[in-house]
């Protein structure tokens, strides 16, 4: 059995009649930047989301850039990342001129660990940018509640969670302004690059779709050095026909993982995702972790079985961030998730069958 690593043809197969039609009314209206496609959108993600504003922008990290700039962080600002992530949660605090301050994640769900971030803290730290790692909500009302003892911002990076939540409250909601990315791969994904900003205050909103769309309000007249970031009328309108999908294939996510719980269960020097108390997990990603993972990998690869890696280096180790002075050993934690980690095919439309071919050929392997 061939088993992709990831499978569009379930979710677009049958919406390829209403996605056409989206189509077709954004080619026939004529207007194709910043119009009633993207207000729809933001009004109705904002309404998934449980927040009072979304403001659709270019891509996810231009949502984190746009959401520091709000904030007012900049040069000579800290801000808490966790040492474990993809690098575009360092490359937002990069862009506004701060400094990233990694903080180790919790070994069994890869999260930002809210234990250590009190010790990283220094009267330079502006904000926190908790990411909800692979699909599971961040510990935050701890984060919260640290933020708001020590006078700090919180943007939540939330481009692997939508529908995630932790204690009731869904991930995107927490923070004070928050990212999230549409990438096609996402759980909630776009035709091509597309991204949002989500948060319950009206004026932060405000500079948002300011700052998105050239500083400006009225064209030709600039208020601030702004960016072109706008979501376009055609992914708005593609976004649209999917949203409403995006519960149930949460759920289909959520039952694909349950049966890899099971078929994998037992397996030595293979650990499987643990979700932490209080939070749920839209498994964006399936993460195994096993000291033999480039075996595993090229084992699974023979066997047609798509694998990924998320991710094989961790930010402190990337040559764009030599100039912090992070060495080999520094953040031991995520060195070794990114050394033992393995993403097995996940997709809504995955069967029973498919996993547990999945599981017979890993289980073949040890």
Not at 81 to 104: D, K, M, R
Not at 173 to 196: C, I, M, Q
Request: overall charge negative.
């Amino acid at each position: 059995m061939n088993i992709p690593f990831l499978s569009f043809e379930p979710q677009h197969a049958p919406l390829r009649d209403a996605m056409t039609a989206a189509f077709s009314r954004v080619y026939d209206s004529y207007w194709y930047v910043l119009g009633g496609e993207v207000k729809q959108f933001e009004q109705e993600y904002a309404a998934f989301n449980q927040v009072a504003h979304a403001v659709g922008v270019a891509n996810g990290l231009d949502a984190l850039v746009l959401a520091l700039r709000v904030l007012g962080v900049g040069p000579g600002d800290e801000v808490i990342v966790p040492s474990n992530t993809y690098i575009a949660t360092w490359l937002a605090v990069t862009q506004v001129g701060a400094t990233p301050v990694p903080v180790e994640p919790d070994p069994a769900t890869s999260n930002l660990d809210p234990t250590l971030i009190a010790a990283a803290l220094t009267p330079r730290t502006r904000a926190i940018m908790p990411v909800h790692l692979y699909g599971q909500a961040c510990r935050m009302t701890e984060i919260m509640a640290l933020a708001a003892q020590h006078n700090l911002y919180v943007v939540e990076d939330n481009a692997q969670s939508q529908g995630a939540a932790f204690e009731g409250g869904l991930t995107g909601s927490f923070g004070h302004v928050n990212g999230t990315s549409f990438y096609p791969g996402k759980n909630l994904g776009a035709l091509g690059d597309a991204g949002a900003v989500t948060t319950n205050d009206a004026g932060l909103a405000h500079k948002v779709q300011v700052l998105r769309n050239y500083g400006s309000q009225q064209k030709y007249y600039n208020e601030v050095v702004g960016y072109n970031s706008r979501l376009d009328e055609l992914q708005a309108a593609l976004l649209r026909v999917k949203l409403p999908h995006l519960s149930e294939w949460t759920h289909q996510r959520q039952q694909v993982a349950a049966w890899y719980d099971q078929h994998l269960a037992g397996i030595a020097d293979l650990r499987l995702p643990a979700v932490a108390e209080g939070a749920t997990h839209v498994y964006h990603l399936y993460v195994v972790h096993t000291p033999r993972r480039a075996a595993l990998q090229e084992h699974l690869t023979a066997q047609g079985i798509g694998s990924l890696i998320h991710y094989p280096v961790p930010p402190h180790l990337q040559q764009a961030y030599q100039a912090l002075g992070f060495a080999l050993g520094s953040f031991p934690i995520a060195e070794e998730l990114a050394n033992t980690c393995l993403s097995l095919p996940m997709w809504p439309g995955m069967t029973e069958a498919h996993v547990a071919a999945v599981a017979d050929a890993i289980r073949a392997f040890h």
